[in-house]
């Protein structure tokens, strides 16, 4: 009787790790295709006059069109207005070929592409 128990208990555990297996396997699959609608951002290393870096990342994606800033921990985000131009509340981006410039107001910030990027 303890044998039959014992084997019924394997059978039942390798049944139940297979079913699990089969589940992670999913969700590798779903990470994957989530990482495909993302081809159309960019991101890339500008540095400012003042020695600062910021990372900058482009989305062209055909529902999201925007801009988004990094620097000190801190994030500016704009969807895209035009050719080359974000704007959102008082900050306007303007990208052209290796810059980008920010301007608030009277404060205007200008980033430049790292080298070797």
Known sequence: MK???LVASAILFSAVQSCDKKEGRKSVIAAENASDTNRDEKTERY???D???A???VRNNE???SISIRSNNKTITAPWKSEGVY???DVEIVTKND???ITQG???ITLKKARGQ
Do not use: F, H, P, R
Request: proline share 0%; aromatic share 4%.
């Open 47 to 49: 540095v400012a006059e």
């Open 99 to 101: 810059s980008v410039k």
């Open 3 to 5: 044998k039959l128990v």
């Open 106 to 108: 009277d404060n205007v």
């Open 51 to 53: 020695g600062s870096s």
């Open 63 to 65: 529902d999201d069109k």
């Open 87 to 89: 704007s959102n509340y």
């Open 55 to 57: 990372l900058v990342t």
